[in-house]
């Protein structure tokens, strides 16, 4: 989840001194950072999916997926990050690449918007990228359970898929490693979903392109929403024809206009309105709000086919409007 956003409002975990313990390099763009207490005191447990949120300097937060290679996740010694360098990003991963040992910094949680469910039924995990973080601590937790399940990790190259001789070495045949530029293409995920178990949990995490295809094979492959898990990795960009659109509060009468480049939560704080949402990303639902009047455009990750088709929720940090105002229940 390394996006940069402003500092969320509400579930963002208790506030955390930190300092680098050590750093490594699991792959070719990628710093690997170990976090301690700067106080020496403890950290809070996690589970399978969880991240902390660093602050960035201006107050900007980037969320991070807590890495377990193995540890006690309890009594966790360190948080582990692993950061890919995103030099046209908005900076906040050049920063963290930055840092050296020694270093403080301020972090929120742990918080998990992406759990394991506490079910017995198989578990596919999909990994894409740098999405493997999150991925990397459910095959430990998986490893430690009695249920049965399968990871395919998919990268653009040997030089980038950071863990891999971890989850191999580990895991052993529980991994299977896919290579862009060696397959020739992307992991085909829609194959694998297809040919999963029946009552198979399916959990993604990657680009959008890869969660989208996901997604709609799991939908076809006739998968419950309960049994359909995604994390995005991706940085919500504006699009192309991006035109402006006007909201309407339903409480207050009050309607304001949305302009290309910024979100629907970015107006509303803009005008002093207090709005729960978290990942900022279209893949945690928090944010979701009904839509009285109006078409939404749903650029998010949460929403089914048929949600996406019935139009009357949304995720206001990411989507937008095929209509000229929406009627939100706010
Ligand atoms: S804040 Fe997570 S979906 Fe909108």
Not at 42 to 65: E, F, M, Q, W
Not at 158 to 175: E, K, N, P, Q, S
Not at 296 to 322: K, N
Request: charged share 20%; hydrophobic share 40%; aromatic share 4%.
């Amino acid at each position: 989840m390394p996006t940069t956003q402003p500092s969320p409002t509400g579930s963002s975990g208790q506030e955390l001194e930190l300092t680098v313990k050590r750093i490594a390099d699991p792959g070719e763009g990628i710093r690997e950072i170990a976090l301690v207490p700067a106080d020496g005191g403890k950290l809070p447990a996690y589970d399978a999916g969880a991240h902390i949120r660093v602050v960035l300097p201006g107050g900007n937060t980037n969320a991070y997926s807590l890495i377990d290679l193995g540890s006690d996740v309890e009594n966790p010694e360190e948080y582990l990050l692993a950061i890919r360098r995103d030099d046209a990003g908005a900076g906040g991963s050049k920063w963290m690449h930055e840092l050296a040992v020694g270093d403080r910094i301020t972090a929120r949680g742990p918080q998990n918007d992406f759990p394991l469910d506490d079910g017995e039924a198989p578990a596919l995990l999909l990994a894409g990228g740098i999405g493997v973080t999150p991925l990397v601590s459910m095959a430990m937790a998986l490893a430690r359970g009695e249920r049965d399940w399968q990871m395919h990790y998919a990268a653009r190259s040997a030089a980038v898929a950071a863990y891999a001789d971890h989850l191999t070495g580990t895991h052993g045949t529980r991994i299977a490693l896919h290579r862009d530029d060696e397959a020739g293409g992307p992991l085909p995920v829609a194959d694998l979903v297809a040919a999963a178990a029946p009552g198979t949990h399916v959990y993604v995490c990657g680009p959008r392109p890869m969660i989208d295809a996901t997604r709609q094979a799991a939908e076809a492959a006739g998968f419950t929403p309960e049994r359909i898990h995604t994390e995005l990795f991706d940085t919500p960009e504006p699009e192309a024809g991006d035109s402006p659109f006007e909201i309407e509060i339903a409480s207050t009468g009050q309607v304001f206009t949305v302009p290309p480049g910024l979100t629907i939560i970015e107006v509303l704080e803009e005008n002093g309105l207090d709005i729960v949402y978290d990942c900022q990303r279209g893949d945690c639902g928090i944010c979701q709000t009904a839509v009285l009047e109006g078409t939404p455009d749903h650029r998010d990750v949460v929403l089914s086919e048929a949600e996406r088709a019935a139009g009357d929720v949304m995720q206001i940090c990411v989507s937008r409007a095929l209509s000229p105002r929406l009627k939100l229940d706010l």
